[in-house]
Every structure is written in structure tokens, then in C-alpha cells.
């Protein structure tokens, strides 16, 4: 099916779905104002170091991982909407406890809380775009077009951040708690008031007699006789694990093998990555309309490979060498991430669209270990070493996809 990208598929949106993309912006934007500087809080306030930082967030994001398939399997028999608006009143009690936390517990308990909320955010809200959007095309321009705004929020935020002087503020974890607060009162407004969203709200919240009713002990059973499934969370999880080399892994080999301009030069990277996400994804959705899903996807992969033997190749001191890999592993970035969403959407009956994306949640296992696997070949071998393994992994990435439609699939209509 090709994509389509016009004014008309804009109009089609619904009003949820604009309140999604606007909440999505403010949401991520001053998410990214403060939490990227939590380490420095962390570091003022108790003096932890680089690798306990670490393990906090690791294991927060593990826990997670696991409470977001629950709860977005849960929201297929209770309701998306009723699920969102406990996820929200998760992130304003987390963020405001956050600005007022005083002990190491403390911070691992919020923080628990706050990558829990993150983990069922971002399901139901895919899951729930299935839900209000009928057209295929219109609702992988939506997915699309969600995926473009929490981008621009994660460029903005941290820059935004910057010049608001919250860089070490604890108190501006309000600022985060606010923005939820507001969502949560444009989604009461949406869901109850829109037609679209009432139309929807019904679909969602009272099955129609049509869709099967799956119980839980029936949805894993659907889930593991799924072996295509099975197949693409194992590819995803490894081009996750890929992909977030360059958020850890890549940092701390650039510092340890001492970078010229070392700062300058992660602070371009960091640019580079979202001026490219920003610029281009639209342009390369047009370009790749009349491409599979699949077949964008392979296209991507390749791409990032590509990236991770320049990365493995490049000169220590060559600046713009580092430069020219981000670019291409950033176009393999905005071609990979939204498609892969859209993919799974395609993949997933609709009555059970919250658990499929639920167990979509598993791809972030690629991202908790990222930390761990680089920084073990980083401390026995060395930076090139890592990103040859990381080249081929996604070797094995695409041989995956290449056999998906070979592999069996459960009778989704008669689950038993």
C-alpha cells in the first residue's frame, strides 16, 4: 500500500488527534527542559557516579518495559481513554514528587514511576490512533505526523531548557507535571465532546458483539503462537540495541579515546541528529510512497549499518567523519522508527491493537541494555570493535525481516 502525504489526509485527522500532536509537543518539549539534566542533579545533590546513574535509569526502564505490556493489553478489555487518564495523573503525581525528592530512594522510586508512565504512554497513544482512524493511509500519515512533533519536542526542550536556566533546577520537574496536567484536560474535553471521539470512545470502551472477546490467558496464548511477532520484536529489540550506541556507548568512547573539541563535537552530533529527523522525514516518506513497508524498512537497515562501519572506521580526529555517520544513521533513524510503528499497526488485528503494541514495549530492552553490552566492549576491546559488532547485528536485523512473512500467524478470529 502506498503512502500519501497531502493537505486532504491532514483535514481527514480527527480532533483527537490533533490534541495527541499538540499534547505530544508540550509533553516531550518540557520533558526533554529537565530530564536530561537530572544526572547533574544527581551528581550535585549525592554525588553518584556515571555507572550508578546509570543502573538507576537501567533499571527503571527494564520495569517498565514489562509494566507497559501489562497495562497496554489491560487497555484492549478497560478502555484506552480510562488508561491514558490514569498514565496521566501517574506523570503529574511522579513529576511533581520528583521536584520535591530529597534521598537517593526517593529518586529511584519516582524515576521508576516516571519511565512506567512513559512506557504506557506511548502504546495506547499508537494503539488509540488505530482506534479513532479508519484509513490505513491516513492513519500511517498520523503516526507519521506523531512521531515528527515528539521529535521537534525533543530538540526544543532541551535548548528550551537551556535558556530558561533549568539545568540543575529541581524544581522545574513542575514544568513537566503542568504540561500533563493540561493534556489531560484537552483529552476529557476531546473524548467527551468530539464526535469523532465519541464514536470512537464506544468502539473503544464497549466492544462491538463482532470482535471476539479474548481473555488474558487467550491473548498470550495468541501472542506466542504469533512466531511473526515473536520474530520482530527480536529484530526490533536488536536495532534498538543498535540505535542507542550512539546516546551511550559512542559518548563515552569519543571521551575515552580524548576527541578533539570533545564537547563541540557531541554538541553537533546531538544537533545534527535532530536538524536531519526534522528536515527530512516528510521528504523521505514522499520519496518511499510507493515502497513496501517492508521494503522501507530493509532500506533503512541498510542505512544503519552503513552508519555503524563509518562509525567503527572513522578517524578519531576527523570532526566531520563523526558528523557525516550521524547524518546517515539519522535518516536511518527517520525512516526506521515511524515505519516500524506503522508496521506493527498493520500487523495487529484490531481488537487486539493495545497488546500488540504492548508487546512492541519489548523493542526498549534494546535501548535498557544498549548501556551495559557497549560499555562491556568498550572496556575489553575497544570503540571500532563495538561498532563492527553493532554493523553486523544489523546484518542479522535484516535477514529477520527478510523471512517475517514466512513464519505463521494464529487464527486471530477463533483464539482458543
Not at 503512502?3 to 520533558?31: C, E, H, N
Not at 470512537?200 to 463482532?210: G, L, M, N, V
Not at 559488532?389 to 487464527?411: F, M, N, Q, S, T
Amino acid at each position: 500500500m502506498n503512502s500519501d502525504i497531502s493537505l486532504a489526509r491532514f483535514k481527514q485527522f480527527p480532533v483527537l488527534m490533533w490534541i495527541f500532536l499538540f499534547g505530544s509537543f508540550i509533553t516531550r518539549g518540557s520533558y526533554y527542559m529537565v530530564w536530561p539534566f537530572l544526572a547533574v542533579i544527581l551528581y550535585e545533590k549525592f554525588a553518584l557516579s556515571a555507572t550508578e546513574v546509570g543502573l538507576v535509569l537501567t533499571s527503571a526502564a527494564v520495569i517498565s518495559v514489562f509494566t507497559s505490556f501489562i497495562g497496554s493489553s489491560l487497555s484492549d478489555k478497560v478502555g484506552r481513554h480510562t488508561l491514558m487518564y490514569i498514565t496521566g495523573v501517574l506523570y503529574i503525581i511522579s513529576f511533581s514528587l520528583l521536584a520535591e525528592v530529597e534521598t537517593v530512594a526517593g529518586y529511584v522510586i519516582v524515576m521508576t514511576l516516571c519511565s512506567i508512565a512513559t512506557a504506557l504512554w506511548r502504546p495506547l497513544t499508537s494503539a488509540a490512533i488505530g482506534d479513532i482512524i479508519d484509513d490505513a493511509q491516513t492513519r500511517e500519515l498520523a503516526m507519521q505526523s506523531l512521531y515528527f512533533i515528539v521529535n521537534v519536542g525533543c530538540a526544543v526542550g532541551p535548548l528550551a531548557g537551556v535558556w530558561l536556566g533549568l539545568t540543575g533546577e529541581q524544581s522545574s520537574f513542575y514544568i513537566t507535571a503542568g504540561a500533563f496536567a493540561i493534556l489531560l484536560v484537552l483529552l476529557v474535553w476531546g473524548f467527551n465532546f468530539s464526535d469523532k471521539a465519541a464514536k470512537s470512545t464506544a468502539a473503544i470502551d464497549e466492544p462491538e458483539e463482532k470482535k471476539p472477546a479474548v481473555q488474558g490467558k487467550q491473548i498470550l496464548r495468541i501472542l506466542f503462537a504469533d512466531k511473526l511477532l515473536q520474530c520482530l520484536i527480536l529484530a526490533n529489540i536488536m536495532c534498538m540495541f543498535i540505535y542507542a550506541q550512539m546516546d551511550s556507548s559512542l559518548i563515552q568512547y569519543l571521551t575515552r579515546a580524548e576527541a578533539p573539541d570533545l564537547l563541540a563535537l557531541i554538541s553537533a552530533l546531538i544537533f545534527t541528529n535532530a536538524l536531519v529527523i526534522i528536515s527530512s522525514q516528510f521528504l523521505l516518506l514522499k520519496m518511499m510512497a510507493r515502497f513496501s513497508l517492508t521494503v522501507r524498512i530493509q532500506i533503512g537497515l541498510v542505512l544503519l549499518m552503513v552508519s555503524q562501519f563509518w562509525l567503527a572506521l572513522n578517524p578519531i580526529d576527523l570532526f566531520w567523519g563523526w558528523i557525516g555517520a550521524i547524518v546517515v544513521m539519522s535518516l536511518a533513524e527517520t525512516i526506521l522508527f515511524p515505519t516500524m510503528n506503522v508496521h506493527l499497526d498493520r500487523l495487529a488485528p484490531s481488537h487486539l491493537r493495545g497488546a500488540y503494541f504492548g508487546a512492541a514495549s519489548f523493542y526498549d530492552l534494546g535501548f535498557a541494555l544498549a548501556p551495559l553490552g557497549g560499555g562491556l566492549i568498550l572496556d575489553y576491546y575497544n570503540g571500532p570493535t563495538l561498532f563492527f559488532v553493532a554493523g553486523g547485528l544489523c546484518v542479522v536485523v535484516i535477514y529477520l525481516y527478510a523471512i517475517l512473512e514466512k513464519l505463521p500467524r494464529p487464527d486471530f478470529a477463533n483464539p482458543s
